[in-house]
């Protein structure tokens, strides 16, 4: 198995200063976490360059994994493990460099959807073992998150077939919530890496069983896998 999981967190967009999901990733970064050493990173919120640098990536570092981390909606309670990524970009604000799209795909001509080929229900399971609030999403939106958790997942699927991916969205942090005229749900930073920490577990343990044949796998990208 190889010995590390890229982990990638959003720069701050929509006029914030921060982002958790940045936080998250570089908290995370060159720790080692059931056997697995994170290789963190923060991408832009920029048409086309978010997904582009994350697939770079894969191609330098040869990751066993790949993780990617979001900022959900102002609404999101929990954090949330997102099952698939659709063909889509219909931003609901401008990203980072001003561009605001409105129904296009993110790549013309791919599939439609791309299931999550890490095991979500696992991912979930684990992260409300650790004390941490988790659902499974079926919807990852249709800005950036959505963006490269689709460039990933259909990069990966015609090049590296055997690295896993996967999404997850966290909540707003407290800092961000006070600031709102109508303040909602909030998640600490020390909460928010401790699901993270766990999800990396879990995905530890789906590697191993990749590496060992006699080992039951649930079948990977499928409806009953996740």
Known sequence: MARSILVTGFEAFGGRSVNPSMLVAQALARQDIA????????????????????????????PGAVLCFGQGSPEQTGIRIERLAANIRDYPIPDNAGH?????????????????????????????????????????????????????????AS???RIPAGFVHLPLLPEQVAALDDPGPSMALETMLQGARAAIEATAAFLRTLDDPAAAAPPRGSVTGQ
């Open 159 to 161: 090049t590296q077939p």
């Open 35 to 62: 056997g697995l050493t994170v290789l963190a990173a923060v991408i832009p919120v920029i048409r086309s360059a978010s997904g582009e640098r994350v697939i770079e990536l894969v191609s330098r570092h040869q």
């Open 100 to 156: 605001q799209a409105t129904g296009e795909p993110v790549i013309a001509g791919a599939p439609a959807a791309h299931f999550a080929t890490l095991p979500v229900l696992a991912l979930r399971d684990r992260v409300r073992a650790a004390g941490v609030p988790c659902r499974v999403s079926n919807s990852a939106g249709a800005f950036l998150c959505n963006e490269v958790f689709f460039a990933t997942l259909h990069a990966l």
